[in-house]
Every structure is written in structure tokens, then in C-alpha cells.
């Protein structure tokens, strides 16, 4: 079993900066895939970036230059640092885990952008 534990969401003003974390716990060693989705009300959801064996990373035409996904092996911990926020980027944000055997999510956290 893997759990995941997001923080750092919250209401911020377009154009402005957060920083998501998901701290892993469990049986982490076998996690090679690790991504951050989001859902708008409304809306299906959808992968917003994703890091693979700790290097390789992948991000939505939508984030890209705008979001870096990056993780810490030694606080088993993966970070989404947000900047240029927009109003569309509103959304539950969810952390995601992938080992070969097993799915793991987070219970997602909001991040509200409005002035």
C-alpha cells in the first residue's frame, strides 16, 4: 500500500506562485511513475505533469513554461511548482503514484485562482 498526502493549495491572485506537495509513505520503494492531475467542476480530469524513475517529465500543452513537476527521493515527497497561475488553472489538484502492481491517489487539494 502507498500512501499520498497533498499540500500547499489555497486562493491566489492570477499571475501569482504555489507550491503543491504529495508526500509518499508505505511501500514507496517500487514507485517509478508519479503525476499530478486536476479536475475542474465540470470537467473530466486530466494529467497535468508527470515525473518517471525520478527524471523524465511530461507536462500539459496548457502548463507547459508555466509549471515544474520535481521530486525528492530522500523525503519521498513530489512537488508541482505553479507560477503564472491563471484562472483556468483552478481545479482539485490530485497527486498520483504508479508501481508495477499497484495505483495510488491522494484525496486531492483545491487551488483556486481569482482576484
Known amino acids: 500500500q502507498v500512501q499520498l498526502v497533498e499540500s500547499g493549495g489555497g486562493l491566489v491572485q492570477p499571475g501569482g506562485s504555489l507550491r503543491l506537495s504529495c508526500a509518499a509513505s508505505?511501500?514507496?520503494?517500487?514507485?517509478?511513475?508519479m503525476a499530478w492531475y486536476r479536475q475542474a467542476p465540470g470537467k473530466q480530469r486530466e494529467v497535468v505533469a508527470s515525473?518517471?524513475?525520478?527524471?523524465?517529465?511530461n507536462y500539459a500543452d496548457s502548463v507547459k513554461g508555466r509549471f515544474t513537476i520535481s521530486r525528492d527521493n530522500a523525503k519521498n515527497t513530489v512537488y508541482l511548482q505553479m507560477n503564472s497561475l491563471k484562472p483556468e488553472d483552478t481545479a482539485i489538484y490530485y497527486c498520483?503514484?504508479?508501481?508495477?502492481?499497484?495505483?495510488?491517489w491522494g484525496q486531492g487539494i483545491q487551488v483556486t485562482v481569482s482576484s
Open positions: 498520483n503514484a504508479r508501481s508495477s502492481t499497484l495505483t495510488a
Open positions: 508505505g511501500s514507496i520503494f517500487s514507485i517509478y511513475f
Open positions: 515525473i518517471i524513475s525520478g527524471a523524465s517529465t
